[in-house]
């Protein structure tokens, strides 16, 4: 399982969706982590999503952004995108490099992201 792949899991959320700040909709922000069962290989199973547009798993931090029903997913200077779902504390990401639709579990608040660490660039910044 990529990264790509592993992130987009753990960022899935809401439709209609939107940041908080952004426009009416459900927060996405907090520790999410993927529902038991979901095939993840060894990659991460908890990931976390903060209001400054910056997600973690691990020692791995991204940039995200949602329209509609969509998330975009800076991984390597550039977006990948899936469509998201959200009811209640789960949450369900598919499309995008997904072979099926996985699902995640709000577990509790993000934590701050670590002094030093930046949210990586926009990809749409360097054009």
Known sequence: MTIRLLLAIAIAIG???????????????????????????????????????????????VRWRVAGDRIA?????????????????NLTLSGGDLRKPVTLRRTGPPTARPNGVRVPDDPDARR
Do not use: C, F, H
């Open 15 to 61: 439709s209609p969706i939107a940041l908080v700040g952004q426009s009416t909709g459900t927060d996405i922000t907090g520790t999410w982590r993927v529902a038991g069962g979901a095939d993840v290989g060894n990659g991460p199973r908890e990931v976390v999503i903060r209001a400054d547009s910056s997600a973690s798993w691990g020692k791995e931090m």
């Open 73 to 89: 997913i800076a991984i390597g200077g550039e977006w990948e995108r899936y469509k998201l779902s959200v009811k209640g504390n």
